[in-house]
């Protein structure tokens, strides 16, 4: 199993970045690069307790499905996403929210394991990873630029 954990220092409220988190618009302008859809479930808006997203997105050259539920939630401190269906094993991704003088740091626990052991433990290692936390820091840097700017209007209402 991996465990990637990062930290991004946010210049805006608590309440808003927690809000751009959780947007399903947000998320695919985020993961263009990868061709990354909401395909069924909550396919626009922001995303809460108990609701599923399905996205379809080309990673390693295969497009693939991921299956996602909101199974923890408190506004606006902390929610987790789980895997209900897709080609991991097992993936959970915990997003934390902590309010730091007149910053908002924006934490992420992912945890996830590859498929077909024990060949998935090398390819979680040495590939799975490294994809993973370029996905993470692209998406983090596309939250902390709308948040900091005037384009967050666009996903919050």
């Not at 479930?41 to 909101?70: C, D, P, Y």
């Not at 939630?73 to 991704?93: A, N, T, W």
């Amino acid at each position: 199993m991996v465990c990637l954990e990062l930290r991004t220092l946010i210049a805006a409220p608590i309440a808003r970045v927690f809000g751009l988190a959780r947007s399903i618009d947000l998320h695919m302008a985020s993961t263009n690069w990868t061709g990354e859809r909401a395909i069924a479930g909550v396919t626009s808006g922001l995303i809460a307790l108990n609701q599923e997203v399905t996205w379809k997105g080309r990673h390693f050259g295969l497009m693939v499905r991921h299956r996602s539920r909101i199974t923890e939630f408190e506004p606006p401190i902390y929610f987790q996403d789980r895997m209900v269906k897709g080609l991991f094993r097992s993936f959970c991704h915990d997003h934390f929210f902590e309010t730091q003088e007149t910053l908002t740091c924006m934490r992420d626990m992912m945890q996830f394991e590859a498929p077909f052991k024990p060949v998935g433990n090398l390819v979680e290692r040495f590939v799975l990873a490294s994809h993973m936390r370029d996905l993470l820091n692209r998406r983090n840097a596309c939250i902390k630029a709308v948040a900091e700017s005037d384009r967050w209007r666009e996903f919050l209402s």
